[in-house]
């Protein structure tokens, strides 16, 4: 039934979940995955997931918390639903069913500061009867210090390699599930010490639901219910076969959690209110849109940003300070230039799109400008369009199906051309108040990060298939 499904020994195991380090003992229950020798911890009963959440900050660092090992479920650095979804469901199950290596702890891989950026993510998360405050960000927990002071274990689930910055982590790493091309490297060693699950479905929490029906049935109240629906419905698309996400187990999966759990919201409904909540920047300054859907991309001189707006470019460029904060955005994130794609819709649901190319440089502006004007593969269809800011450029996007994942390839071209080569060896003559900072070598922020790796970039692509 499943296309890739292995565990690290490299044994198909489809979807059932089998202890390499268990051959040829008898299986564990479903709800012991604990491996011989090591103290079980003792199955919780059941507070439901809001009372675990509540009580993970205590348990990690609280009075009388202890010293004992703490197993982190941690999602990948992009962070969106289906990792948030899937740490905290799992989590979840590995501390109801005794199946933890210490204190169990879904760790929301971001700074706390970035989550109000996935609006998405928190309109499920309150949708399912649970405070953001409940959760645990990243820069909250000191991962270093407890594998040095108590031991670390580590589940990576919608992820199977860690980032780069993470490879310190790498030897406590016991599990991974995921729906991604699976990137470990797998050794005879390693095939002992770490379980894989990784199956090409649409939604990783279409992987951990099948363990929470298999292992824990009982867990599965609207709450965890509701988590895990939400987000399979958004990475599968409302499982239209058109925009061919959906397999068939995402699908029996859905299809599981409408039969066992009553008062689930409306399939469609559920789906179009997440998927328009991706797009709501109410709420957020220039700095945060910016921010919100942000890529990068480097050449052997120039570092450039391309940030997806979701309002007309006017408005966002009507924003107090934004000038400032252009400038200053892109120094902090050793831009060159910032792409602004701005998408916004007509009443009728029509896509506009418009592009701002901002510099403080001018010879760069016009560089990269031009390169776009001229592209071919796909021609952007641009019109300049008038604009007061000093240092942006305007367009009108005739081609609205180009997203960013079209404009990528284009930019990446120009940043390799030899057109920005001598453009950029000529910034030495240039007078001083054409130049920004020196080109910055891409700093720690961008690098690996999880704007870096960008949100999901099926996103504009999505919106344009349910509209
Ligand atoms: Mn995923």
């Known amino acids: 039934m499943c296309t890739v499904c292995v565990t690290a020994s490299g044994a198909p195991v489809c979807g059932v979940w089998r202890d390499p380090t268990r051959e040829g003992r008898p299986e564990p229950g479903p709800r012991s995955p604990v491996r ?3 103290e079980p911890q003792a199955a919780a009963a059941d507070p439901g997931m809001e009372a675990f959440l509540r009580s993970r900050g205590a348990e990690l ?34 501390h109801m069913s005794g199946g933890g290596r210490g204190v169990v702890i879904p760790l929301l891989n971001i700074p706390a500061q970035d989550f109000v950026l996935r609006s998405d993510s928190v309109a499920l998360l309150r949708k399912s009867g649970l405070s953001p405050e409940l959760l645990l960000f990243r820069d909250q927990v000191d991962l270093r210090r407890i594998r040095r002071e108590r031991g670390l274990w580590l589940t990576l689930v919608d992820h199977n390699v860690l ?32 379980l894989i699950t990784v199956e090409t479905v649409g939604s990783c929490a279409t992987l ?11 867990l599965l109240d609207l709450n965890v219910a509701t988590l895990l629906y939400g987000t399979i419905l958004v990475d599968c698309v409302d499982l239209a076969p058109e925009a061919g996400k959906v397999t068939p187990k995402d699908s029996e999966v859905v299809h599981e959690l409408e039969t066992k759990v009553q008062s689930l919201p409306q399939r ?37 940003g391309i940030s997806v707006i979701y309002l007309p470019l006017q408005d966002f460029l009507g924003m107090a300070g934004v000038a400032a904060e252009l400038s200053s955005f892109c120094q902090t994130m050793g831009f060159d230039l910032l792409l602004l794609m701005s998408i916004s819709f007509t009443a009728s649901q029509q896509p506009i799109r418009e592009l701002g190319v901002f510099s403080l440089s001018q010879p760069i502006r016009e560089q990269v400008s031009a390169h776009l004007v001229q592209a071919e593969s796909p ?24 997203s960013r994942k079209k404009v990528l390839p ?31 070598p891409v700093n720690s922020l961008v690098e690996g990060s999880p704007l870096d790796q960008g949100l999901s970039p099926t996103e504009l692509t999505t919106r344009l298939l349910t509209r």
């Open 36 to 38: 011989p020798g090591e």
């Open 61 to 94: 660092s609280g009075p009388g918390s202890g010293l004992g090992p703490v197993h982190v479920v941690l999602g990948n650095e992009a962070c969106d639903m289906d990792s948030m979804v899937c740490a905290l469901v799992y989590g979840y199950l590995l």
């Open 163 to 194: 980032a780069d910055s993470d490879s310190y982590l790498e030897g406590a790493v016991v599990e991974v599930i995921d729906h991604h091309k699976l990137e470990r490297v797998v050794t005879a060693e390693t095939a002992a010490s770490c």
């Open 208 to 218: 951990v639901t099948e363990k929470l029906l298999q292992r824990a049935p009982e």
């Open 268 to 304: 469609s409904e559920l789906f179009t209110e997440l998927q328009d909540q991706k797009f709501n920047v109410h709420g957020l300054n220039s700095e945060q849109m910016l921010r919100k859907d942000l890529k990068s991309v480097s050449g052997p001189d120039l570092s450039l």
């Open 379 to 402: 021609a952007l269809l641009l019109q300049p369009i008038s604009c007061e800011h000093p240092h942006v450029t305007a367009f009108h996007q005739g081609n609205a199906t180009a």
């Open 410 to 440: 284009i930019l990446k071209d120009c940043l390799f051309s030899d057109d920005i080569t001598s453009c950029v060896k000529r910034r030495d003559f240039l007078s001083s108040d054409d130049l920004m900072v020196p080109p910055t």
